[in-house]
């Protein structure tokens, strides 16, 4: 797998997915079922890391702010991830929001005992290290993507990452599965709402998206991931 700046952004399988079975199911027997409602916040920036979450059902997206105060979605979390484990590891504080897009159900798992399921199963702590360290290396690329110049590309990018996330198969397409507006766009990538809808309108007009309110289809993931490259419509 590629992880170079210039490189597609491929989307790791969640968490629960690269454990073996026993592993898997001793986790979900930990902690205590919980649902929160959409724009729920799971957790804030600034509060102790003295829980994990597993999200079970559902959508989140993990969002922090930038030197100037504006909101950027760090990620969007999927079915099987998992939440708040940096703080609970590093016993400090946490540093991001993960907020609900829609319905979301999770297990809480106190710091306690997620951490002695760690030192029972070294495998899982491999992975959750894994987890971590593939973070920082898309914290990377976004930096350095952020200097970009070409918008449509820029958008492309977390076009086709959005598929790998959360894409539904259909006859027009792949439907990104969330419902993210033009300004939560925006803060993904992160770029101005204005150049996002410049982009968007390219993508449109090239045949690679359809989209409407608060609903992106892609309608060529090829070309699609062919302006994600070589950064032309």
């Not at 894409?167 to 925006?186: F, V, Y």
Request: charged residues 25%.
């Amino acid at each position: 797998m590629g992880l170079g700046p210039e490189a597609a952004e491929e989307r790791e399988r969640p968490f629960l997915e690269r454990l073996d079975e026993p592993v898997r199911a001793r986790l979900l027997e930990m902690g205590t079922p919980q649902t929160y409602e959409s724009r729920q916040a799971l957790m804030r920036s600034g509060e102790p890391g003295d829980f994990v979450m597993l999200l079970r059902h559902g959508y989140v997206k993990v969002t922090s702010a930038d030197r100037m105060g504006a909101t950027v979605i760090l990620d969007v979390g999927v079915p099987g991830d998992l939440h708040g484990e940096i703080a609970v590891i590093a016993g400090g504080i946490r540093m991001a929001d993960v907020v609900a897009i829609e319905e979301v159900h999770v297990r809480r798992i106190a710091a306690s005992e997620f951490n002695r399921f760690l030192l029972d199963h070294p495998a899982a702590m491999r992975e959750v290290l894994v987890s971590v360290a593939r973070r920082f290396v898309l914290a990377q690329r976004q930096r350095t993507q952020s200097w970009k110049p070409q918008a449509v590309a820029r958008v492309a990018t977390r076009l086709d990452y959005l598929v790998d996330v959360c894409g539904i198969r259909t006859p027009a397409g792949w439907r990104i599965g969330i419902p993210l507006s033009q300004d939560e766009l925006a803060q993904f990538i992160p770029m101005g709402r204005t150049m996002v809808a410049q982009a968007l309108d390219k993508l449109r007009k090239a045949g690679v998206v359809a989209s409407s309110r608060r609903a992106i289809t892609v309608v060529d993931r090829e070309a699609l991931r062919v302006i994600t490259e070589k950064g032309v419509t």
